[in-house]
């Protein structure tokens, strides 16, 4: 039987384990059983409601996002000065960001992917039935494919810009290595992302159909082939993009939720939850799969603090007049569902005492609110795939070879987000459908952790944001198209314990204009 020894020294020199990875002592774990790895799984690899820091960066850095225009106190400096390092995209955020060990998020991708590799190199000598490694091997493999995914878009640059640039080191193996990795190209890393979805997928077809299509907060068939599909349309593969988005639409019986179906609530007591959907349910019936913390949205752009009164709070960031601007039409029920509105008041108001403010709206309204708007971190997922993103993906991927059908997608999408007896139907052609089916991307898919990834594959085009402090607009930070800023830094700490790593281009510090 195959024992591999968990060094702790060389092991936090890759990432800081969990305790599955980080015994007290180094020592050798062997499992006995296949349950023992399913289990493991769920612990060392999974991005559970009570995880956090893996998403932080998504929602931080693209252009739904903009600094509030009030006159917002700053009695505590950290949380402005540190927001503004993120914000402006500074080449060295992560060693300035306060209160930070590096803003963690390579180190905790890392970590979840050594409890994928450490359930893939057991899996051979454990006791269990086929059926049963076959299920650890799908979750593992899927589940690798889907951080390698999320970290080469933040720290290489887009594939379809340069795919031989440094990607990410691929970490294959929990066995400790004698030499440092160094960063493989993008190609190779979606390579091996590919790879790893197809593996999946293979081991997941050797279950029972209702296995492969359970519903919980374990991986399932459909998330593996709509993170395909995403794949596949990020290497700007159209035809496999588009054959996953079918084979999501149409052989697992989801639906599209019709948000005519939700009754808003006209009054809110204290304890009751806001009167919002929540998108990221297993009651949604296009749910795929629910996965993180809603506390990731808040970790960089959900600082508030006392308003001008010294009593009333506000939040430093809103959703950008850009994104609201997107929502063009009244009968547009996301206009009112997915933009929350920002409701303030003092910190122990009750709900009566709460009001809305007009243009004001926090951008992270799909996850599980409370009844004075806040999330209820650690205690309910923050983010999930979901159906309608495949109708999204097989509209792009098939705009110019099939029209009338990317058409009926969109179509069919904005039917179930429209009022009734509307006229929600479009008809364009060419690159003007293009460009309309990513407007109905940003607006279906905001805060869901999309829009930074998007942006870099649609040629990262010129943008900015406002800086606003005590209600003055000091500028505003600009986004060069083509910008290097739109490929993160790998943090300093990181470089310096592992000496094969290779820094990205950096910017210059952006000072505002």
Not at 12 to 21: D, M, N, R
Not at 117 to 130: E, F, M, P, R
Not at 293 to 302: A, C, H, L, P, Q
Not at 435 to 455: M, P, S, T, V
Request: aromatic share 12%.
């Amino acid at each position: 039987m195959k024992k591999i020894l968990f060094n702790i020294i060389l092991l936090t020199s890759l990432c800081a384990c969990s305790s599955f990875l980080e015994p007290d002592s180094p020592s050798e774990y062997v499992p006995k059983n296949v349950n023992a790895l399913n289990e493991m799984l769920l612990g060392d690899a999974y991005p559970l409601a009570t995880s956090e820091g893996l998403f932080n960066l998504h929602h931080a850095f693209d252009d739904d996002i903009e600094m509030s225009e009030d006159c917002i106190l700053q009695t505590s400096t950290q949380g402005i000065v540190g927001l503004q390092y993120i914000y402006s995209w500074n080449p060295h955020m992560f060693e300035l960001y306060p209160s930070q060990t590096s803003v963690s998020e390579w180190n905790k991708y890392y970590q979840y992917i050594l409890g994928a590799n450490a359930a893939l190199d057991y899996l051979d000598d454990v006791k269990g039935s086929a059926e049963e490694k076959a299920y650890v091997a799908a979750q593992a493999y899927a589940l690798r494919a889907f951080y390698y995914f999320n970290l080469v878009n933040l720290f290489g640059e887009p594939y379809n810009h340069d795919k031989n640039a440094d990607g990410v080191p691929l970490k294959l193996t929990s066995n400790l290595l004698s030499s440092f990795e160094k960063r493989e190209t993008v190609a190779k890393v979606y390579e091996q992302i590919v790879k790893d979805l197809n593996a999946a997928e293979e081991n997941f077809l050797l279950l029972p159909m209702d296995q492969q299509n359970a519903a919980g907060y374990r991986i399932n068939l459909p998330a593996v082939q709509l993170l395909h599909a995403r794949v596949c349309l990020h290497m700007e593969d159209m035809e496999e993009a588009a054959r996953y988005a079918k084979k999501v639409i149409g052989d697992w019986g989801f639906e599209l939720y019709d948000l005519k179906s939700f009754v808003k609530k006209t009054t809110i007591t204290a304890g009751e939850d806001a009167s919002y959907p929540n998108y990221v349910s297993l009651d949604n019936p296009e749910t795929i799969w629910v996965y993180g913390n809603s506390g990731d949205f808040t970790g960089i752009i959900g600082g508030s603090e006392r308003m001008e009164d010294g009593t009333t709070y506000g939040y430093y960031v809103n959703v950008s007049r850009d994104l609201i601007a997107c929502y063009k039409d009244e009968e547009d029920l996301r206009k009112t569902l997915y933009l929350v509105e920002e409701l303030r008041g003092p910190m122990s108001a009750k709900p009566e005492q709460l009001k809305p403010v007009a243009g004001h709206y926090l951008p992270w309204s799909k996850c599980g609110m409370q009844y004075n708007n806040k999330v209820k971190a650690k205690t309910e997922f923050g983010m999930s795939l979901r159906l309608s993103e495949a109708y999204l993906i097989l509209a792009e991927a098939v705009y110019d070879t099939d029209e009338s059908l990317a058409l009926k997608m969109i179509n069919d999408l904005r039917e179930k987000r429209y009022a009734a007896d509307t006229d929600y139907e479009v008809n364009y052609s060419g690159e003007e459908l293009l460009n309309f089916i990513r407007e109905e991307r940003r607006r279906e898919l905001c805060f869901e952790g999309q829009r930074w990834f998007d942006l870099r594959r649609y040629g990262m085009p010129r943008f900015e944001r406002r800086w606003v402090e005590l209600g003055v607009n000091l500028g505003k930070y600009v986004m060069e198209e083509g910008d290097a800023a739109y490929t993160l830094p790998i943090p300093v700490n990181v470089i310096e314990r592992n000496s094969a790593l290779t820094q990205n281009k950096l910017t210059t510090e952006k000072t505002l204009q």
